[in-house]
């Protein structure tokens, strides 16, 4: 059972352009809900988090916006830049279990 | 730096073989978790241990077993190799809390390749 499904899979955007990344998830006891970021041979670090009771968090150039009945979360990169060229990981979490996909790939192009 | 200090950061090793993996959480937090990471995948779950206990179990092989020490640090066993556990070994820790999800620090990850 795919708890977690991330959209795309892979993505390429220009510099300065707006990223994209969807997260969906089925378990409604989640309340917890981060971007982890993961550069080549690195271990993924937190980006940006965000509990149920608010719908949008914005912090530096990352925003996440997240959609509670529709079971949807989402990271906006603004103004993307090369050295944000990395995989991304949503894990939905609850009772100290986050819950990993597949990542998405993001290549920002010069 | 995290603070989670993964070591070796490279293994190879033949078909067969036993390796263990070594993983010193930060300073303070009892939780440890274990993932692997095979080429361009995601996380994989394998193992979480809380102050020396086995607290939750993913998709870990009968092969593999892990243990937490009275000083913390946790150690990954992977025994009978084969080709296909080649990969990133992660070790977590996370603060300990009364409840909800503290944000997960990780360490560089040990390189495994089996040949």
């Known amino acids: 059972q795919q708890q977690v499904k991330q959209s795309p899979q892979s993505l390429i955007v220009q510099k300065g352009g707006i990223s994209i990344i969807n997260c969906a998830y089925e378990?409604?006891?989640?309340?917890?809900f981060p971007w982890y970021q993961q550069f080549p041979g690195k271990g993924p670090a937190l980006l940006i988090a965000?509990?149920?009771d608010v719908s949008e968090k914005k912090e530096g150039r990352f925003t996440i916006s997240f959609n509670k009945s529709a079971k949807q979360f989402s990271l906006h990169i603004m103004d993307s830049q090369p050295g944000d060229s990395a995989t991304y990981f949503c894990?939905?979490?609850?009772?100290?279990?986050?819950?990993w996909g597949a990542g998405t790939k993001l290549i920002i192009k010069p | 730096d995290s603070g989670v200090t993964q070591t070796p950061k490279h293994l190879i090793t033949a078909t067969g073989q036993r390796v263990t993996l070594r993983c010193s959480p930060r300073s303070g937090d009892l939780s440890v978790y274990w993932y692997q990471q095979s080429l361009d995948q995601g996380l994989q779950f394998l193992i979480q241990?809380?102050?020396?206990?086995?607290?939750a179990k993913g998709n870990i092989l009968e092969r593999f077993s892990a243990q937490q020490f009275p000083d913390l640090h946790s150690e990954l066993n992977l025994s009978s190799l084969e080709l296909g556990d080649s990969a990133l070994y992660f070790c977590?820790?996370?603060?300990?809390?009364?409840?909800?999800?503290?944000?997960?620090?990780f360490g560089q990850g040990t390189r495994l390749t089996v040949v």
């Open positions: 378990n409604t006891a989640f309340d917890y």
């Open positions: 977590a820790s996370t603060p300990s809390g009364t409840g909800g999800v503290p944000e997960a620090f």
């Open positions: 894990p939905p979490g609850s009772n100290y279990q986050l819950i």
């Open positions: 965000i509990r149920p």
């Open positions: 241990y809380y102050n020396g206990e086995e607290r």
